[in-house]
DNA sequence: CTGAAAGCGCTTACAG
DNA sequence: CTGAAAGCGCTTACAG
């Protein structure tokens, strides 16, 4: 039942002319006469003629696809950082395919070799947590040119886009300071997610450089998750009663910290300091509106995919890394 | 600087068979000698071989791709929506489109067509408002099997998976006449949303039944943003200023609200009432945490990839409709 | 159990 | 300015 495409050679037939013709017609090749070019378009948009791209990039080995691989594209920051590839792309006539790794090497590994075999012209990878460069080999082995964002990997040469994290945990830590905080926890995120160790130092940093004998009160790894952040606070308050602050990998962390912290009836701003990373926008509304440093997902996916579409026009240009400045914002909860 | 691609033809050299022999062993077809079998995958495995889905798809006219078409992907609804569509497709070994249309009925045509460009074995679809028949149909006219989810196209007969938001517009209704306010306005979302509709009917519907004489003090059509539930709200208090509740389109529109009303001294859930739809995972940290319906995109998601599934096995399969049930999430707002 | 051959729908030199 | 022909990398009857 499944009806029959129309194909190239039927617009020919139609417009009484070869299919090479109509060929040279769509794509905007060619010198063709202004009579025959207007006949073919003709031809084609009556029949509802499309294009059969797997042929084409068959054929031309020239693909308009791009490629998102993403951690879990349900995480806002995720969902906002594609949103914006997606228009990028689209402007520079890509089409995007976006999938998501659940943060997972053995799934991330499948993704990117189902994605050449889709044919994408590129990638664009914030990469699962363990990854290391032979995970990309496969990549780099089709001569797919290809994009790292939000995670790094350490002294890897590949074009990168993401934040400066150490500097968004030195800003953290140094505001904690300025208000008077001394005794810090470091909440959420996994051991090696180099975000997060990127973001303990400079908190760490922070510390060291007020005063060298400080350290962090302890160091809680789990999930970035709300839930995560919940427990994780009712363990430091029954173990580190003393805790007066608490830097979360990121606001939705936070907001578990709160739920915690009403729970034993401590004050969230006034006995107990909270932090967050993103400025989610509903931290602005929450119950004391969050302090949080403000990372900037949409223009990593712009940059993202403009970075990516310069590098399959030439992919021999020069790795780049390029690092957003996050921003401080500062509400009621520290 | 392109490499070159290992073709199936060499690995046949490499294992010394034929190209036909390699194409029956990766896809688990014919009846292959176990040592030919073996070989041929150490072979392929080898070269880091990696089949070429355009070629495939050419000469068997079978594709693993499903089509995603949303709104706007970085509305956390369709984020979530689209990441259960992404892991039900994987599940069934296909792989995820994904692309937004902005809510625009041009770019949805523009996305559909690209996507049946790229050869996608079947489309899930929440049309983008002021959709009609005729938009789908290039996608009737290639056989490519087809669900609509969230909104619906009225009397359209396509397989359908969405909310009953006739009965959470009732839901909404009962609870706050319940609570005793009868000055309703509704408020967010644009005229011709059928589900924007839906909703405000079911309002209205169980204002009626308490009492007939009953009507909205006023309906705000705009965005269905946090922005226009600001204005709007404060548009509302001045020239609505007996108004004791408001129905907002969705919780951003509500927090919106929230905003306003504070800002003229209104206290949210005691001077005036405020119910959104979702039941987004923050509205329960809000302040006062949010009165609301909750709608499940994930479930959506799910179904909507499910039904597809079939339909791309049995496109002769009468269309269906679902309607989830929604539920009320009574909090502290109303 | 395996191979030779045709063909999917395009694009691209090349010839005229 | 246009057409005939080859070929991209697969899959699929068919023959043996």
Redesign the pocket.
């Known amino acids: 039942m499944q009806k ?6 039927e ?2 037939e139609h417009a ?9 017609v ?2 905007d ?9 207007k006949q073919v378009r003709k031809s084609a948009k009556e029949l509802g ?4 791209k ?3 990039r ?5 693909s308009l696809l791009i490629g998102l691989v993403v951690n879990d594209i349900s995480n806002p920051f995720f969902a906002e950082l594609s949103a914006n590839v997606e228009t990028e792309a689209a402007n520079a006539g890509y089409l995007s395919v976006i999938a998501s790794t659940q943060d997972n090497v053995e799934t991330q590994k499948f993704v990117i070799e189902t994605m050449i075999g889709q044919g994408v012209a590129g990638l664009i990878i914030s990469s699962a947590t363990g990854s290391d460069e032979a995970d990309f080999e496969v990549i780099r082995k089709h001569g797919i040119p290809y994009v790292l964002c939000v995670r790094e990997l350490p002294g890897y040469a590949a074009d990168f886009i993401g934040f400066d994290n150490f500097q968004a945990g030195v800003m953290a830590g140094e505001h904690i300071l300025d208000r008077g905080y001394r005794d810090i926890a470091f909440v959420g995120g996994f051991a090696d997610n180099t975000n997060r160790i990127s973001r303990r130092e400079g908190v760490k940093y922070a510390m060291r450089r007020r005063d060298p004998d400080l350290a962090l009160v302890r160091d809680l790894v789990g999930p970035a998750t709300r839930q995560y952040g919940h427990d994780a606070t009712l363990e430091l308050l029954a173990q580190s009663p003393d805790t007066s602050a608490i830097v979360c990998i990121n606001d939705y962390v936070a907001i578990g910290a709160y739920a915690a912290l009403k729970e034993k009836g401590r004050e969230v701003g006034a006995d107990v300091a909270v932090i967050g990373f993103d400025n989610v926008p509903e931290s602005a509304a929450w119950n004391p509106p969050l302090t949080t440093v403000e990372l900037f997902p949409r223009s990593i996916g712009s940059r993202a995919a403009k970075a990516l579409v310069e590098k399959i026009r030439d992919n021999q240009r020069p790795p780049e890394r390029i690092y957003l400045a996050p921003k401080l914002v500062v509400r009621d909860s520290a």
């Open positions: 029959k495409r129309v194909s190239i050679k617009v020919a009484g002319v070869s299919a090479a013709t109509v060929s040279l769509l794509n090749k060619g010198s063709i006469s202004d009579k025959t070019r003629f499309i294009l059969n797997s042929a084409s068959l054929r031309s080995g020239q």
